[in-house]
């Protein structure tokens, strides 16, 4: 499979989403019925994964411009996929024990998967397992750092219903290549694959599924590919690490006063758009991000690819916050983000920091350490949560479909950004 989507993102710029966005928009008159085609060059769906993660471009921005020309009738299987990824971000705030068991677990299984399982393990991600369809996926993944929807769940389940392999590792897999990759919609698709996520639900990868949807992949692929035979194939028997608490999600603000003193922004790869929403009109004296600091590379491992698309995400961020704020912008390339905020604050003179909250994932891990540096260099750090978020994290404390009734309604409403 061939790919053309996400090379029209790159480098990843606001403009650039917002340009895919409009080109998308008028396939999304027959996404429903297109959406599960694993089409040469995925020009079926809309490769906005990574703008949206980053948040080049707001969820809210979508589903404005989508109901400007659709009735939410029409575009109901688009907004239902746009909106998945709020619902597992809801979720997972809510449990963010799910987000720090999976971590361990990674860790704990680089240390003590017999030799034979880590060789196979190593040989399925390369591409040799054997399986040349799922091979095809395995590579495409690490050439591309894109895969479609239905890609992922099959290579999933193959993973671990036909590898039986620890779907932990499968998730750290796709965690390290893929552009998108997101602490939630990563974690969580993969625990309901495994059979985790909805309890008595497992997704089993058929053969004839492949061959009506993913056709692209059998073309002269066809070793190995029995292994898949419909009825060929039992659920791996997956166990919950860790009990799955649950816990209110954290509250933040939804706006923020100028507090007085000098303050500085701190932008942040889960949400770069500072100049639109709650932080907007602040003053903001200085502006600072992460590049792609030393716990991507050395913690998570990511490919230099996706490090790649992060920092030029990154800079596109500092960019338009440096022209709407009128400030300077520092970009902190090095290992120790935290450590180089309070440089960064220390040199500014700032009396407060302010930013979006971080989520759970890597820069929620982050918090803590940072507010406890600024805090003894006497500097406040103060976080806001957009309001849409903050109400749809609320509405996905069960399944998505009740998610789905409470969202479709506020949808339909106007809001804030
Ligand atoms: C095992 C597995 C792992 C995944 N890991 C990630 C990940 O790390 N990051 C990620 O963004 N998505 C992930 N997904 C969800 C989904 O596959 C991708 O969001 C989608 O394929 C991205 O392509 P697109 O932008 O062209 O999608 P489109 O079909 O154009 O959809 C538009 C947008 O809706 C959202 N979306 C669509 N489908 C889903 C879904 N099933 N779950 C959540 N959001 C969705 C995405 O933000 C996407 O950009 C995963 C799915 C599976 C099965």
């Avoid at 008159?29 to 599960?36: C, L």
């Avoid at 902190?332 to 700032?350: F, N, Q, S």
């Amino acid at each position: 499979m061939s790919h053309g989507c996400m090379s029209a993102m790159e480098p990843m710029t606001r403009a650039g989403a917002l340009k895919s966005l409009a080109d998308f928009l008028p396939k999304v008159a027959t996404y429903q019925g297109e959406r599960s085609y694993v089409r040469d060059g995925h020009p079926n769906v809309s490769g906005l994964s990574a703008a949206l993660r980053f948040r080049l471009i707001l969820e809210d921005e979508v589903v404005a411009q989508t109901l400007a020309r659709y009735t939410l009738g029409n575009a109901e299987k688009w907004l239902q996929e746009v909106c998945w990824r709020r619902y597992w971000k809801g979720w997972l705030e809510q449990r963010p024990g799910v987000w720090t068991g999976w971590r361990e677990r990674v860790g704990a299984l680089r240390e003590t998967l017999s030799p034979e399982r880590a060789a196979r393990a190593e040989a399925v991600a390369a591409g040799q397992s054997g399986v040349a369809c799922m091979d095809a996926i395995a590579r495409e993944l690490v050439e591309t750092g894109y895969l479609h929807n239905h890609a992922r769940m099959w290579w999933a389940s193959f993973w671990i219903h036909a590898e039986r392999l620890p779907w932990e590792l499968g998730a750290d897999f796709f965690f390290r290549y893929l552009l998108d990759a997101d602490s939630a919609s990563n974690t969580l698709s993969w625990r309901w694959v495994a059979g985790l996520q909805t309890p008595g639900k497992t997704y089993l990868v058929r053969l004839s599924n492949v061959e009506k949807y993913g056709a692209g992949y059998l073309a002269g692929r066809e070793e190995g590919r029995l292994r898949l035979a419909d009825g060929a194939m039992a659920a791996a028997p997956v166990e919950e690490s860790a009990e799955v608490g649950r816990t209110a999600v954290a509250e933040y603000p939804a706006e923020l006063a100028d507090g007085g003193g000098r303050v500085g922004l701190w932008l942040h790869s889960d949400d770069l758009l500072g100049e639109v929403g709650p932080l907007a009109a602040l003053s903001v004296v200085a502006v600072a991000a992460g590049l792609s600091d030393g716990v991507d590379q050395k913690i998570y491992r990511l490919s230099e690819r996706r490090r790649a698309v992060q920092r030029a995400a990154v800079g596109d961020g500092l960019e338009r916050a440096a022209a709407h704020f009128g400030c300077g912008a520092a970009a902190l390339a090095g290992d120790d983000l935290v450590a180089e905020m309070g440089d960064w604050a220390a040199r500014e003179k700032l009396a407060e920091v302010v930013g979006f909250a971080p989520m759970v994932g890597p820069l929620g891990d982050l918090r803590p350490r940072l507010e406890a540096v600024l805090r003894r260099q006497g500097v406040r750090l103060r976080l806001v949560r957009r309001a849409s978020d903050a109400v749809a994290f609320s509405f996905a404390g069960a399944g998505f479909f009740p998610f789905w009734q409470k969202m479709s309604r506020h949808l339909s409403q106007p809001h804030p950004l």
